[in-house]
């Protein structure tokens, strides 16, 4: 029997629902999800767990792959389902609650055509979250390496669940206060709907719209958990972030113009800044972005020697998209992000995987199109299928990102470049999304032969369909 320790919002939320608010009045919603991806020459394969090869006695190569598996093998495949179901209820005096109850499963799928999840909730248990009986293990990335009849184990015999969200929400006029385990979306902290599920934050949202066309926003956000491993909510930062993280920001929209500026603080830490504005010119849609992420001094200072201090982080970036046709779109952006090996990239604080710059594709993420000293560039055709699109659209994008010699990337003083085909569709409720990614030179997605010393490319194939109720 699962043992279930829920977190101070959700018991507040399901007290006062138990007491004050009938059950009809909760209303129900949701989402089911089959997640399926294979990849070849890619360390995020199930089965990657080389140890280094020794090319002399001082250097070991790094994520050098020696094995010949590849597409749609199932020890380079990964599958998850996962439902989702929310639960919201108007408790009164402007008063209501919502809550989303996650559950990851495998189905059998690893039975026959994978080796892993994309997801796990880590068999961990914190004092946020429910204590859950997981199904992976906490070493299933070495024994999953292993068939299940070396093991004598089956490694995914049982379901993982746990509370993505648990908030109460408070409107007073035109404000509201919204506090507890949410989802959120700010440029710097935010939640990701790429994975099976998305992650959320321990949270205090407040935001008034008292002045036309302008939303306030502050924000206070404590905790957070990794898309991979769902269970765990800790301390943003890698746990530096103790006294939490701090956002106010400004959001305003008029016509075909939208602009918006965030900072955000965490203490003893650093500083950040986002700015972004949307507008339409006769036609073609231009975004500009500016972001920068600046290390506090005290923080430097427990660095000591000025060797070891990280620059600041500025990035800039463009976009523009013209519509060519009633179905067809054309969208080009280019970005540069400066800073050192040591500083931060321009990516999402919460999870360090993603970024929003406008350069970034599925592999070309926050560690590569938000890596320091970088150079972006990113063409994107999208065509769409019948004349609203009923047929579903698919999208082509080619972006090279250069890596200065001071980038966080690992291919420092190399071009990456990465080849995307996305294909789109709703049909009988279920929106499907297939995808192909090429990799040449992009970090955490390209690996080396142990005989070759040049990168190896690698594809990728996602297959997603979600249902929403």
Not at 68 to 92: E, I, P, Q, Y
Not at 356 to 379: H, N
Not at 395 to 417: P, R, V
Request: charged share 20%; aromatic share 10%; net charge negative.
């Amino acid at each position: 029997m699962k043992s279930l320790r829920v977190s101070l919002a959700v018991a507040i939320a399901l007290s006062g629902s138990a007491y004050a608010v009938d059950l009809a009045n909760i209303k129900v919603s949701g989402q089911a999800t089959l997640y399926y991806q294979t990849m070849e020459n890619n360390p995020q394969a199930p089965w990657y767990k080389i140890p280094n090869v020794v090319l002399d006695e001082k250097t070991p190569t790094p994520n050098r792959i020696n094995d010949d598996k590849g597409l749609f093998h199932k020890d380079a495949s990964l599958a998850n389902v996962g439902l989702s179901v929310n639960f919201s209820a108007d408790l009164g005096y402007d008063f209501s609650f919502g809550a989303r109850l996650n559950v990851l499963e495998t189905l059998g799928l690893e039975h026959n055509l994978v080796s892993g999840t994309m997801q796990d909730i880590n068999g961990s248990t914190d004092n946020d979250n429910v204590n859950v009986r997981t199904s992976i293990p906490e070493a299933k990335g070495q024994a999953s390496l292993q068939n299940t009849a070396e093991t004598g184990k089956d490694l995914m015999a049982d379901d993982e669940w746990y509370w993505g969200e648990a908030y109460l929400v408070k409107k007073m006029g035109s404000s509201l206060i919204k506090a507890g385990r949410q989802s959120l979306d700010t440029p710097l902290v935010y939640s990701e709907d790429w994975n099976v599920l998305p992650n959320t934050f321990d949270a205090v949202v407040a935001i008034n719209q008292s002045v036309p066309n302008l939303t306030l926003i502050g924000a206070y956000v404590s905790k957070g958990n990794s898309h991979k491993t769902l269970g765990q909510f800790n301390t943003l930062a890698g746990g530096l972030a103790v006294d939490g993280a701090y956002a106010v920001a400004g959001v305003y929209g008029v016509g075909q113009l939208k602009a918006q500026a965030w900072y955000y603080t965490v203490p003893t830490v650093a500083d950040a800044f986002w700015a972004d504005v949307d507008t339409d010119l006769n036609g073609v849609k231009l975004t500009v972005q500016l972001a920068s992420f600046m290390w506090d001094s005290e923080l430097q200072k427990i660095k000591k020697t000025a060797s070891q201090k990280a620059d600041d982080t500025m990035a800039y970036a463009l976009r523009a998209s013209y519509k060519v046709a009633p179905t067809t779109n054309l969208c080009f952006a280019v970005s540069q992000t400066t800073g050192d090996q040591k500083s931060h990239n321009i990516a999402n604080v919460g999870t360090d995987v993603k970024t929003k710059l406008v350069t970034a594709t599925i592999s070309g993420d926050g560690d590569v199109a938000g890596a320091t000293d970088t150079t972006s560039m990113k063409f994107t055709l999208t065509q769409g299928f019948g004349n609203a699109n009923e047929f579903g659209s698919a999208s082509l994008s080619y972006a090279q990102y250069q890596h200065g010699i001071d980038s966080t990337s690992s291919f420092k003083d190399e071009t990456a470049s990465v080849i995307e085909a996305v294909y789109k569709h709703k049909y009988q409720g279920v929106d499907m999304l297939a995808a192909y990614i090429y990799d040449k030179n992009v970090n955490g997605w390209t690996v080396k032969k142990a005989s070759e010393t040049e990168s190896e490319a690698a594809s990728t194939v996602r297959v997603v369909a979600r249902y929403n109720f």
